[in-house]
């Protein structure tokens, strides 16, 4: 996404006629109640937007009477009239009405969970809505779509925007929204937004006052108020110590400070190692993560030789704790480490793998996180990333998609149909027969094997035969199902993709199975960790000073460990904090994994 100011589109507004006295009258009035209504009332208008359409159906301000239409229709829950009516604005010339509907059918894809599509009708509008009432709806799902897919720092700058351009009228209804849309960011965005609004409002005009210097000043004290909040709610030390160490940031009211210091010199413990040691954050807040969670433990569990190295104290040996929400995540680190493992491995989630970067670098232990999120904070020093980005992932796939010739594709997963969401009829879970209806001639799996399996049995009973293409979380059941088939690949991973080697043909032997995603990734992390402490000292250490040591030496170790791993030709981290790979896309024929043509 671009989303930097700088990109903004030229501001052409092109205005919107009626083309008779009685319809500019009747308009005029509609527009007028629509920005004196508040949002709760504003359905009172129903009865005036049906009778202007059924007296002047053709008339040019019909377009954005349907466009009020569809807002209401939102506000109703009926995303489906809402699409309907936003492209019979589309299909009409250029200019404002049309901008707007693009804008209306961004918020029904934004409230169906299809974020990059919404994004790609929002983000070209930038700079370019000129009418007040339209930009700050504009500026609302812009913002609620960029939290949605996690660009926090996007975001904050968004909400400086959204708070700048909205009239003193509608001032109080926004700040209570962007303060809302605040408490759904996790506390590593926040401060890492606060901390990038303090450098801009240093940079600022030399202090001059300005409108958007007191929108980005009154959004510092919100995202501020809500750190002090998170730190005091979760009694988090180290949250405290940096609020009251950030120097140009005012905390306002003496009790908050005071009750910030004295949770701040509580701490929580002390870090120490005992021998060679991994720690493990089992992430348990909701289906997803829990499942990645376990498929994890799997893969390290298996790669370390436990529970029968268990016994031998040269082993590594594994310590676990869970955590049920981001903001636990943290504090399940921390107990790791107080516990005496060395190197952690945590976030299977974008959130949580914020959460966990956060900790590494602030605290300086070693941490592998499992998820690659769109942004990380600064530079990484004790953060190790181990997955692939989403982006890159659907970079593969889309290329993929081009060069098979594909006319029509659905995406199971983020950004399309959901395995956990309502049925789409009686008889089946996914929208099989509008797909099939649509001429769908392929489906992205990007979601897990089992829900990869149902998609495919679903197809199968309305006759859809489309081209299926299996994203990594699903690539371990590519060839256990029917049909033509790509596979995204990366490393050796999934077995098959190169002929198989004395180590996968008897992991496949003993458990029964090829490994998943995020076995796999569990396995690869496991190997570093083993290879970074294989020396490490067998006893228990405590001094401060000699822990620092040991985190620091590992730190390195992880750097220039030389394993074979499964998920990427890389022999480890090779000098760098992010695992290097490259994704490809591999045919799959008669249960063998190949390279796609």
Known sequence: ??????????????????????????????????????????????????????????????????????????????PGTAHSLARQVQEGPPGAAKDFADVVEAAALLREGK?????????????????PEQLGIYSEQFVRALVAAHAYEHAISAM??????????????????????????????????????????????????????????????????????????????????????????????????????????????SARVAGRSMGIVLDVSDEVS???????????????????????????????????????????????????ATILLAGVSDDAALAAASFAERSQVPVIVVSRPPSLPGALQFTFVAGVSARDESAAIDAALVASRVQSAARVGEGGASCEGPAATAQTHFPVEQWK?????????ATDGGCARDVVAESSLVGLSPLLLFGLESADVADTVPGKKLVVSAGRFPFGVAPPGDEEREYVERWGTAPSWFEALGHDAARIAAAALSDFPLDRVEDKGAVVGLHWRAQGRLLHADVPLWTTKARGFQGANVLQRTLRVAAVEAGVVGPSP
């Open 290 to 340: 829990r499942r990645r969670s376990a498929e994890v433990v799997e893969g390290v569990t298996r790669a370390l030789g436990l529970p029968a190295a268990a016994s031998d104290p040269r082993a590594v040996q594994l310590v676990t704790r869970e955590a049920n929400a981001n903001t636990d995540v943290d504090r399940a680190l921390r107990g790791l480490a107080g516990d005496g």
């Open 1 to 78: 996404m671009a989303c930097s100011s700088e990109s903004r589109a030229p501001v052409v507004p092109v205005p919107t006629l009626s083309s008779s006295p009685g319809a500019q009258r009747a308009y005029r009035r509609i527009e007028e109640r629509w920005q004196d209504l508040p949002p709760d009332r504003k359905k009172e208008l129903l009865p005036e937007l049906s009778d202007f359409l059924t007296r002047f159906p053709v008339d040019d301000r019909a377009r954005m009477v349907r466009l009020y239409f569809a807002l209401l229709a939102l506000d109703q829950g009926r």
């Open 160 to 269: 400086v925007d959204w708070a700048e351009q909205t009239p003193q009228s509608s001032r109080e209804q926004v700040v209570a929204k962007i303060d809302g849309l605040i408490k759904e960011m996790p506390p590593v965005a926040i401060e890492a937004g606060l901390a990038a609004l303090a450098e801009e409002d240093r940079r600022d005009s030399f202090g001059v006052r300005s409108t958007r210097g007191d929108a980005r000043r009154w959004l510092m004290t919100t995202a501020l108020s809500r750190l002090v909040h998170i730190a005091l709610t979760n009694r988090d030390p180290e949250l405290a110590r940096r609020l009251l160490d950030s120097g140009e940031l005012r905390l306002g009211r003496d009790e908050s400070r005071e009750a910030l210091a004295a949770l701040a010199a509580t701490g929580l413990g």
């Open 115 to 131: 974020l990059p599509s919404a994004l790609a009708l929002l983000e070209p509008l930038r700079g370019k809505i000129a009418d």
């Open 437 to 445: 209806h649509d001429g769908v001639d392929a489906l992205v799996l």
